[in-house]
């Protein structure tokens, strides 16, 4: 039996508490040696691992052990006060619907900010999903760590928290027992990747079976609209375009020179704004034109790879797999997918 906590907050997005409680309940039933997804062997009986598996304990919490009322305003119920639970295999902070800014302070969660560092230091994981990745910022579990939170979200995560290493784009991010996952609805990948973290891939799979839920996580560059990043200062709009417009083999250099900068200021000036190194720019730049040209019928993988800088096929479809999560060819039937 593994214990989650899921730690709601006022303004909480209400699909995003109570939907965690339902995806837990459902990898119980998944998982069960009756449910319709079990293991069949040969002689038509569950397997003994399928027997085996992983069951979850759910308590839902708030600062106060008090109802809460969700960022429509209707009211939630909790099983109990934060303070009165101990050890758990892990605590999921699902999103607050109006984002950011209605984020608790550190000063405001107190003892609650105490409760999660002391609950990761003793072992357990803690997660939040989209907004609710703030709450982990202003406890202090983001600092030297990896995260990432809702791509719309990530210029007020690098501006508050500047020791954390936010990645723009990324669906999911683990580090040292820290889950952070970006999107409104991305409390469902948080919920399987923690099941899959608790209970095996196997229990993971049979619960995405039973919910009829896609198991595998796709970045968030999929989604966002293009040239989001680059919008955010003129000179990623002059750099984008300098990079759409160079030779194929353009490198750092080149691309300093275009903007008048030298390269230890264009590096110093990147970090700052995208947290990446030219070549890594350049590379995203590069991708982000490929999947423009990729959403055209019938588009050609190999002139595409061409018109990208890249003149071994391999290697642009292994960047591709790289930055969308997809090989080029899956990416223009999920393109084509999504417009039918």
Same mark, same amino acid.
């Given at each position: 039996?593994?214990?989650?906590?899921?730690?709601?907050?006022?303004?909480?997005?209400?699909?995003?508490?109570?939907?965690?409680?339902?995806?837990?309940?459902?990898?119980?039933?998944?998982?069960?040696?009756?449910?319709?997804? %079990?293991?069949?062997?040969?002689?038509?009986?569950?397997?003994?691992?399928?027997?085996?598996?992983?069951?979850?304990?759910?308590?839902?919490?708030?600062?106060?052990?008090?109802?809460?009322?969700?960022?429509?305003?209707?009211?939630?119920?909790?099983?109990?006060?934060?303070?009165?639970?101990?050890?758990? *295999?892990?605590?999921? +902070?699902?999103?607050?619907?109006?984002?950011?800014?209605?984020?608790?302070?550190?000063?405001?969660?107190?003892?609650?900010?105490?409760?999660?560092?002391?609950?990761?230091?003793?072992?357990?994981?803690?997660?939040?999903?989209?907004?609710?990745?703030?709450?982990?910022?202003?406890?202090?579990?983001?600092?030297?760590?990896?995260?990432?939170?809702?791509?719309?979200?990530? *210029?007020?995560?690098?501006?508050?928290?500047?020791?954390?290493? $936010?990645?723009?784009?990324?669906?999911?991010?683990?580090?040292?027992?820290?889950?952070? %996952?970006?999107?409104?609805?991305?409390?469902? *990948?948080?919920?399987?990747?923690? +099941?899959?973290?608790?209970?095996?891939?196997?229990?993971?799979?049979?619960? $995405?079976?039973?919910?009829?839920?896609?198991?595998?996580?796709?970045?968030?560059?999929?989604?966002?609209?293009?040239?989001?990043?680059?919008?955010? *200062?003129?000179?990623?709009?002059?750099?984008?375009?300098?990079?759409?417009?160079?030779?194929?083999?353009?490198?750092?250099?080149?691309? %300093?020179?275009?903007? $008048?900068?030298?390269?230890?200021?264009?590096?110093?000036?990147?970090? $700052?704004?995208?947290?990446?190194?030219?070549?890594?720019?350049?590379?995203?730049?590069?991708?982000?034109?490929?999947?423009?040209?990729?959403?055209?019928?019938?588009?050609?993988?190999?002139?595409? %790879?061409?018109?990208?800088?890249?003149?071994?096929?391999?290697?642009?479809?292994?960047?591709?797999?790289?930055?969308?999560?997809?090989?080029?060819?899956?990416?223009?039937?999920?393109?084509?997918?999504?417009?039918?």
């Amino acid at each position: 039996m593994k214990t989650v906590v899921i730690l709601g907050f006022e303004d909480c997005l209400p699909s995003g508490l109570v939907g965690l409680v339902d995806l837990f309940w459902m990898a119980n039933q998944a998982n069960l040696p009756s449910s319709p997804v %079990a293991d069949v062997g040969r002689g038509g009986t569950a397997t003994a691992v399928h027997e085996q598996a992983v069951q979850f304990r759910v308590t839902t919490a708030s600062v106060n052990g008090q109802s809460l009322r969700d960022g429509m305003g209707r009211s939630i119920a909790v099983d109990a006060h934060v303070q009165d639970i101990g050890d758990c *295999d892990a605590v999921l +902070i699902p999103g607050l619907i109006r984002g950011a800014n209605s984020i608790p302070k550190a000063e405001e969660l107190g003892p609650v900010a105490a409760w999660l560092r002391q609950r990761h230091q003793h072992g357990s994981v803690v997660a939040g999903s989209c907004a609710g990745v703030f709450v982990l910022g202003e406890s202090g579990l983001l600092t030297q760590r990896r995260c990432t939170t809702t791509w719309w979200l990530h *210029d007020e995560l690098t501006r508050r928290y500047p020791e954390a290493d $936010a990645v723009w784009g990324s669906a999911l991010i683990e580090d040292d027992g820290v889950v952070s %996952a970006g999107g409104p609805m991305s409390w469902i *990948d948080m919920a399987l990747h923690m +099941i899959r973290r608790l209970g095996g891939a196997n229990v993971a799979k049979r619960t $995405a079976d039973f919910a009829v839920i896609d198991n595998p996580t796709l970045t968030q560059a999929m989604y966002a609209p293009k040239r989001f990043v680059n919008d955010v *200062d003129s000179l990623l709009l002059n750099a984008e375009q300098a990079v759409r417009q160079a030779p194929v083999d353009m490198t750092a250099t080149q691309l %300093a020179r275009s903007l $008048a900068l030298s390269e230890r200021t264009l590096h110093r000036r990147l970090k $700052a704004l995208t947290g990446e190194a030219p070549k890594a720019f350049i590379t995203r730049t590069r991708l982000e034109m490929a999947k423009t040209l990729l959403d055209a019928p019938r588009a050609s993988i190999k002139r595409t %790879a061409q018109l990208c800088g890249y003149q071994d096929e391999s290697s642009f479809r292994r960047a591709f797999v790289k930055f969308a999560g997809m090989s080029p060819s899956a990416y223009r039937h999920w393109v084509a997918a999504r417009q039918a």
